[in-house]
């Protein structure tokens, strides 16, 4: 099993899926503002709650398999290896609130390594305000975005459960 959020939206001008998940969101492709929805904004708390699955379930943010019914869906597929690349590579910045050391990371990430269409390309700005938003939302939840059941936080350095 995987957590599955089944959120759709389309943008009333130009068709697009997205989700507009608070007040601030527009169409990543035209800019006309969305309907926010009660359930629209529960979107980066559902993320976040996918996110403690996968890491609990696949010791990583990747699940083992995934389908994409759906624009939330296809959302958290995207993310997924943002947060994994962090994990892999910069695993302090998941362990410590660094919005902008994550920031820079994610946005590089998603720069680089998500690869739309051109006219597709303010879809990124979406996407990387989106990444932020969940990183912000897991601390202030207060769940460890690095792998919580490995690694908890000691005198402010990282150790493994064990050690
Ligand atoms: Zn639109």
Redesign the pocket.
Known sequence: MTVHLSMRYE??????PYIPYNETIV??????KGEVTEEYKTLINGICRSFVYNLDNFKGYIPAFWWCGDVSDNIQYTLFPVYEHCLKNHKEVLAEYKPIEFRKISDLYIDEKVNLADELLPVKKYLKQLSLDIYEKAFEIGFNLSLKKKFVKRNGELKTDNS
């Open positions: 943008c009333e001008v130009c068709g697009f169409c990543p492709k035209c800019g006309k």
